[in-house]
């Protein structure tokens, strides 16, 4: 770290692109910057937070020569880039040198911004440098493979020392209830979950995350969605992939569908007429169609008309039929209509409410063959979309053929 | 080979710039203390030849030049911005 060990004393740290570089697609420079800040949010508690205007903790710009502060750049080579340890006005600002050519592939033609920007983002979050050869915060440039990066250990290590491990274990089959929703009551037929133990307050050694067996009675998910007539179920940084076409059910891990959202998510839903599935993580989504991450995301899920109050949600279903889709936060859901594109009124609602037999959170959502199935810990709860019945209960895996 | 004087002078400029900028290297500029100096450039080129886990020399021998003219991140390796 920096001398006295200069680091952010909040959660939610916001940034700003101020400018961009003309060596790449403005998208492109937005997906290195989102991705090379989930690098980060994925091994400390921190969540970062996109903003257009005013001040922002993180402020990133690209300038060449000098550029009002106290260390001029110097043209092609040399310095790519520097940024400020956490702290006020210029505190955690990044720099990229404009002389430099930016891309977003590693070819050596040119530099990486996703590794650039996630080494001095790294130094924005309060790093110094390392001597470990090999990690992202050693202080010379190595053009890596960025498709699957994974932030190597020392790295790890060090943005630990600072911020602790994230706060849920991805280990742990219950997917940990937003800290700021009320507790759930569950009824009493429901059986007791067993509550995660506490997550440890030392650095979390980093070992891969296992995927949990497909039949394992307590498997649980962070989000499912349809996809182009598939089912994609999501637990950490894995995708379980159900296909009409072929019986077996296909294993996959998020980086190889979206290197850019490898961390996870909390929801995500498809609007089939758009050939659009939008993913949410923390107060930030995305939309994607098939491979590729629209431009101009992640966006704030207050542009779909949140309150500021919320700053996650649980779970997300769109019905085709009525063009509505469903947000389900805490023991409450929103209605959003895809038409007008507005939350519709009088909402929040409870959940039970509306839908006899849910009464608590819903992990994650799904839409099939006229039927809802909402997802809560290892059982999911089949639901007639019209009447909003309940018409059978099941286990969360129930799909895997098990 | 030798390295040619004209050469020589050039390393030894990009050496000074670079442990300036990345080891806290202040460059006597009085002549009465050069020796103290170079005694001190000899000292920071050990820090950073330690740094990178060259062989520690005090020299600028061609690994360690090679190293300085790497493309890198422009914060210092052994402090912060003042």
Redesign the interface.
Known sequence: T??HSPRWRKEDVTYRILNFTPDMLQADVEEAIAKAFQLWSSVTPLRFTRVYSGHADIMISFASGFHGD??S?DGP?????????PGNDIGGDAHFDED?NWTKFTTYSG?NLFL?AA??LG?SLGL??S?V?GALMY???MAKDTRDYRLPQDDIDGIQALYGPPRESPALPTKASPPQQPTEVTPAEEPTEVSPPEAPTEPTPSKAPERPEDCDPRLTFDAITTLRGEILFFKGSFVWRKSPYFSAIEHDTISSFWPALAGGFDAGYEVDKKDRVLFFKDGQYWAVSGYNIEPGFPQPIQNLGFPSSIRRIDAAVHDQNTKRTYFFVGNKYWSFNENTQAMERGYPRKIAADFQGIGHSVDAALQRNGHFYFFHGPNQYEVDIKSKKLISKMRSNSWFNC | FPVVPEEEREDVQLAKKYLESFYDFKEEKSSLLKSKGLDQMAAKIREMQSFFGLEVTGQLNRKTLDMMKQPRCGIPDVRSYS
Do not use: Q, R, S
Not at chain 1, 77 to 85: I, K, Q, R, S, V
């Open positions: 920096f001398p106290f260390y750049f080579g040399g310095t790519l880039a520097h940024a400020y340890p430099e530099y650039v080494h001095e130094h110094g440098h001597n050869f202080p010379i440039y």
